[in-house]
């Protein structure tokens, strides 16, 4: 079994940073890729951005220049760099991984979303 703990949401300004962490834990042969979604109230979820297992990323043209995703493979962990934070930024962020288990099955999970909230 495969687990996904996020942290690091909260509220902040106009301008702020923040930064999101996504740990990976369980029966976990090789992380394929991960990424960060986020889901605004009253929108559908859509991707932030990705990493690859050769470190290759993917953002969102809206997230282009401010957010920077990495990963900690010791820890199995990714993490979200946001800056310049924009009210429209605002939603639920949710981490979702892509692995391969020690019985060889492919799976993918999600996390259970942290909040990110940015005030005008």
């Known amino acids: 079994q495969v687990q996904l703990v996020e942290s690091g949401g909260g509220l902040v300004q106009a301008g702020g940073s923040l930064r999101l962490s996504c740990a990976a834990s369980?029966?976990?042969?090789?992380?394929?890729?991960m990424g960060w979604y986020r889901q605004a109230p009253g929108k559908q979820r859509e991707l932030v951005a990705s990493?690859?297992?050769?470190?290759?990323?993917n953002y969102a043209d809206s997230v282009k220049g401010r957010f920077t995703i990495s990963r900690d493979n010791a820890k199995n962990t990714v993490y979200l760099q946001m800056s310049s934070l924009k009210p429209e930024d605002t939603g639920v962020y949710y981490c979702?991984?892509?692995?391969?288990?020690?019985?060889?099955?492919?799976?993918?999970?999600w996390g259970q979303g942290t909040q990110v909230t940015v005030s005008s």
């Open positions: 990493i690859t297992s050769g470190v290759s990323t």
């Open positions: 979702n991984g892509d692995f391969t288990t020690y019985t060889s099955s492919y799976i993918s999970i």
């Open positions: 369980g029966s976990i042969r090789s992380i394929n890729a």
